[in-house]
C-alpha cells in the first residue's frame, strides 16, 4: 500500500478551456439515460459508463496528438490515505466518488469544489471483518439519489443534492459472519443490486436487489447452497446443491460471494454477475474432495425483475487456489468466424482470457494471457479446465502460478469497439501453497487459515530471483478475437491500475 496522500485529479490538454458545470441541480437518471449514455458523452452516469461495463469514452478532443500537452487543473484531499479504488462518476458537472471507509464525496467536476460529503461511519469493530482494507470501488446514481455499500454492510441511499441519507438497508444475513461490502452498487430497472465481500472469512455468498425509491428487498439470489437439511431457496440451489459433497461447507460458508463486478444487456435483458472462491479455499474441507461447488467462480445471468436464474459459465470447477470470477465481464458484439456475436468477456484471476456466447453461456474461445501452470489448456468441447500435477497441493506444497493475487485482479480492463481490443491490466503472481489440518476462521481477529499455508519461501538466491523476476505488471492490448496480445506494455510491479480507454486513440493507466 502507498503511503502517499489520496486525491482525486482532473487533467485537461492545455490550451483547451475547461468546460464550467452547470449550477448545481438535482439530477435524473434513469434506463434511458444510461441504455443511451453515447448520446451524453460528458458524463459517466454507471461504474463502466455503459451498461455493458466497456469503460470506452467517446470523447475525442485529447488525442494521442494532444495528450502531452495534458496538465493538472485540480486536485482534491481525501480523507483517509489507503485503498482508493474508486470509478467515479460523473452526472451534469458533478463528481461522485467514495473514498477509504466508503465516504462518499460530491465535486464541482470543473473546479474541484467539494460540494458535500457523507462519512457513514463504519464503526471501528468491523474493520478487521473484511479482506484487504476497508476500501470501496465506488457508488451507484438513479433519479435524484447516490447510492453506496458501506464497509460494515449497509446499503445507503443518499440525497444527490445535500448528501442526507435518505434510508439505509442491511444487507447481511447473519451478523455473526464477516460480511463486508467493497464493491460499487448498481442500479437496473430501478433495482439497486448489491453484492457483499468475505468468503476468505467464512461466508455464504449471495446478490440483493432493493428498490431504489424506498430501499425494499425484491429479490436475493444465493450463490452457493445453504444446508442441505433444509429444502433449497429454489431450483438454482437445487442444481448446484448436487455439485457439493457432505456437509460441512454449512459451518465454513461456501464462499462464492459477488464482491465486484455486474454488468446487464437492456435486450437481453440480463443482468450478469461474476462469484468469488470457495470458502474455505481448500475444496477437500470444503466439499470432502468432490464435485464442482456450483456457482463458484462462476459467471451467473439472472432476471433482473425477479432474481430468476437463466445460465451459468464455471470459470474454475472445483476452485481451491482463490481463483475468482468477479472481474469485469465486457460486453460487445464482435465478428468472429464471419458472423457478429454478442459476447461477455472475462479475464480472471486463473490467468485465461475468456469470451462467452452472452445469450446463453456458451464458451467460444479461451487462452492464456500470462503464463500459468496449474492448468495445461481450457477444453473448448467441455469448457473445463486441464489440469496439471502442480495445480495439486493436497500432498506436499506446491508453487502455483498465477497466485490467489490472481493474474488480473479487481482493476477494471476496458473494450474499444474502435480498435476491437481489450485492454488488460494484467499481473505476473505466483505463491507456494500448502494443505493445512483443518480450516479455521476467528471473526474479528487477524489470524485466518483458508484451509491451506502460504509457507516462508526459501532462501535459495536463485529461487527467490525467479520469484522476485516474476512479481510483474503489464498493459496488454488483447485481441479476443485472435485469443493473442496485440501488444503489451511491461512494468517493474504488479497491482497496477485499471484503463480506460478513448475515441481520441488513446489508452490511460495509472501505475503502481
Known amino acids: 500500500m502507498t503511503s502517499m496522500p489520496h486525491v482525486l485529479r482532473i487533467a485537461l490538454a492545455v490550451g483547451l478551456p475547461i468546460i464550467a458545470a452547470p449550477a448545481f441541480s438535482v439530477m435524473q437518471v434513469d434506463d434511458e439515460r444510461i441504455s443511451h449514455a453515447d448520446r451524453e458523452p460528458g458524463n459517466w452516469m454507471t461504474h463502466g459508463r455503459t451498461y455493458s461495463e466497456q469503460r470506452f469514452s467517446p470523447l475525442d478532443q485529447i488525442t494521442d496528438k494532444n495528450v502531452k500537452d495534458l496538465g493538472l487543473a485540480w486536485t482534491l484531499k481525501l480523507d483517509v490515505d489507503r485503498g482508493t479504488e474508486a470509478t467515479p462518476l460523473v452526472v451534469d458537472g458533478v463528481m461522485y466518488s467514495t473514498g477509504a471507509f466508503s465516504i462518499v464525496y460530491a465535486v464541482d467536476a470543473a473546479t474541484g469544489e467539494l460540494l458535500w460529503k457523507y462519512d457513514p461511519k463504519v464503526p471501528p469493530e468491523n474493520l478487521s471483518q473484511g479482506c484487504c482494507g476497508p476500501v470501496n470501488r465506488g457508488v451507484a446514481v438513479w433519479d435524484d439519489k447516490v447510492y453506496v455499500g458501506s464497509f460494515d454492510g449497509r446499503l445507503i441511499a443518499l440525497n444527490a443534492a445535500t448528501g442526507k441519507e435518505i434510508w439505509t438497508v442491511d444487507t447481511i444475513i447473519d451478523r455473526s459472519k464477516s460480511y463486508s461490502i467493497t464493491g460499487a452498487?448498481?442500479?437496473?430497472?430501478?433495482?439497486?443490486?448489491i453484492g457483499n465481500g468475505g468468503a476468505e472469512f467464512g461466508v455464504r455468498g449471495y446478490v440483493t436487489a432493493y428498490d431504489a425509491q424506498t430501499g425494499e428487498?425484491?429479490?436475493?439470489?444465493?450463490t452457493v447452497p445453504g444446508d442441505p437439511k433444509d429444502p433449497p431457496e429454489n431450483e438454482a440451489m437445487a442444481m448446484a446443491l448436487k455439485t457439493w459433497?457432505?456437509?460441512?461447507?454449512?459451518?465454513?460458508?461456501?464462499?462464492?460471494?459477488?464482491?465486484?463486478?455486474?454488468?446487464y444487456d437492456p435486450e437481453l435483458d440480463l443482468v450478469y454477475i461474476g462469484t468469488g472462491n470457495g470458502s474455505p479455499w481448500n475444496y477437500a474441507f470444503r466439499s470432502e474432495g468432490e464435485g464442482d461447488n456450483l456457482f463458484v467462480s462462476s459467471i451467473v445471468a439472472l432476471r433482473p425483475d425477479t432474481g430468476e436464474y437463466v445460465w451459468h459459465y464455471q470459470v474454475t470447477p472445483k476452485d481451491r487456489w482463490d481463483f475468482t470470477a468477479t472481474q469485469q465481464m465486457v460486453l460487445a458484439d464482435i465478428k468472429i468466424d464471419g458472423k457478429v456475436r454478442k459476447v461477455l468477456m472475462q479475464a480472471p484471476k486463473n490467468g485465461f482470457f475468456y469470451v462467452l456466447d452472452r445469450t446463453n453461456g456458451e464458451l467460444i474461445s479461451a487462452n492464456n494471457f500470462v503464463p500459468v501452470n496449474w492448468a495445461t489448456h481450457i477444453d473448448l468441447k467441455t469448457g473445463r479446465p486441464?489440469?496439471?500435477?502442480q495445480a495439486d497441493y493436497s500432498k506436499a506444497p506446491k508453487v502455483i502460478q498465477p497466485s490467489f493475487l490472481g493474474a488480473h485482479n479487481w482493476h477494471p480492463m476496458s473494450y474499444s469497439p474502435k480498435t476491437g481490443y481489450v485492454y488488460l491490466p494484467?499481473?505476473?503472481?505466483?505463491a507456494e501453497l500448502e494443505a493445512a489440518k483443518e480450516p479455521l476462521f476467528l471473526p474479528n481477529k487477524s489470524?485466518?487459515?483458508?484451509?491451506l499455508s502460504v509457507p516462508q519461501l526459501p532462501e535459495d538466491p536463485k529461487i527467490l530471483n525467479q520469484i522476485r523476476d516474476a512479481w510483474t505488471g503489464e498493459l496488454i492490448a488483447w485481441d479476443p478475437v485472435k485469443q493473442a496480445p496485440a501488444w503489451k506494455q511491461s512494468y517493474v510491479s504488479a497491482g497496477n491500475g485499471g484503463t480506460l480507454s478513448t475515441a481520441g486513440n488513446l489508452v490511460f493507466q495509472g501505475t503502481a
Not at 452498487?185 to 443490486?193: A, E, I, Q, S, W
Not at 494484467?426 to 505466483?430: D, F, R, V, Y
Request: aromatic share 14%.
Open 185 to 193: 452498487p448498481r442500479v437496473v430497472k430501478g433495482k439497486v443490486l
Open 217 to 222: 428487498q425484491a429479490w436475493r439470489f444465493y
Open 447 to 451: 489470524v485466518v487459515n483458508f484451509g
Open 245 to 263: 459433497n457432505g456437509d460441512k461447507w454449512v459451518k465454513w460458508g461456501g464462499g462464492g460471494t459477488v464482491w465486484d463486478s455486474m454488468s
Open 426 to 430: 494484467a499481473q505476473h503472481t505466483l
Open 386 to 389: 486441464v489440469l496439471t500435477e
